[in-house]
């Protein structure tokens, strides 16, 4: 039997997940007493109502984030978000905080969803994990494009450095069409190889980023430590 494991934070009103920007607001459209009144006695429903910056939580990001002209969440199709097989990185922040394109040399990576663990999500909701983050640098986007991955993950607060205002791994990635994931957790419960990642959003025209629910399907038979 497959194990599923959760690799999304939970959206909670007043939630920063990225500095600068709002938290959400959750809250009754229509509540279980206002419905009353609407439907025969003994029936109520909830309507909730939520307002939040498509960057919340653990999210996605396609090419039309980065470019006016990139394919929208709309235009990702579910064979470069969905039940992709997965290769897990482990980095160790006593290496620095640069992932370089040596992390990834060797592997096969063609056609997988490249998770990369640094356990910078242990900082979540705390004023630490906004500042001296890992990130991945320039040359390792180079390597993963001509490694034709199809997808990146990262459990910390940006897959760039925040302090280049190019964002090289935004800017290389997306621009070959290589959908990001921020924001994962647990990505240490995951083995190196022999599990299925999705990270699947909202199918929505014009935007470019919105929040997933991450997870990856272990078969038993195919874990490899």
């Not at 600068?20 to 229509?30: E, H, T």
């Not at 500042?131 to 986007?141: I, K, Q, R, S």
């Amino acid at each position: 039997m497959s194990q599923f494991i959760d690799l999304s934070h939970t959206v909670e009103a007043g939630m920063i997940t990225y500095k600068g920007l709002p938290a959400p607001i959750i809250c009754d459209f229509l509540s279980r007493e206002a419905s009353r009144s609407v439907y025969a006695e003994g029936t109520e429903f909830h309507i909730g109502k939520i307002e939040l910056v498509a960057n919340t939580g653990t999210y996605i990001d396609s090419p039309f984030h980065r470019f006016a002209d990139g394919k929208d969440l709309a235009e990702l199709t579910l064979t470069q978000i969905a039940e992709l097989e997965g290769v897990l990185i482990r980095h160790d922040l006593a290496n620095g905080r640069a992932i370089e394109a040596s992390a990834f040399a060797g592997l096969d990576l063609k056609g997988k969803a490249v998770l990369v663990n640094t356990n910078w999500a242990q900082h979540w909701r705390t004023d630490q994990y906004f500042e001296g983050h890992p990130y991945l640098t320039a040359a390792a986007a180079e390597y993963l494009v001509q490694a034709q991955v199809t997808l990146v993950g990262i459990d910390s607060y940006n897959i760039d450095d925040t302090a280049d205002g190019r964002r090289p791994m935004h800017t290389i990635l997306l621009g070959n069409n290589i959908p990001i994931v921020e924001h994962l957790c647990q990505l240490e419960q995951l083995p190196s190889t022999g599990f299925r990642f999705s990270a699947v959003p909202v199918k929505i025209r014009q935007f470019g980023t919105f929040s997933v629910r991450a997870y990856a399907r272990l078969d038993g038979e195919r874990i490899e430590q």
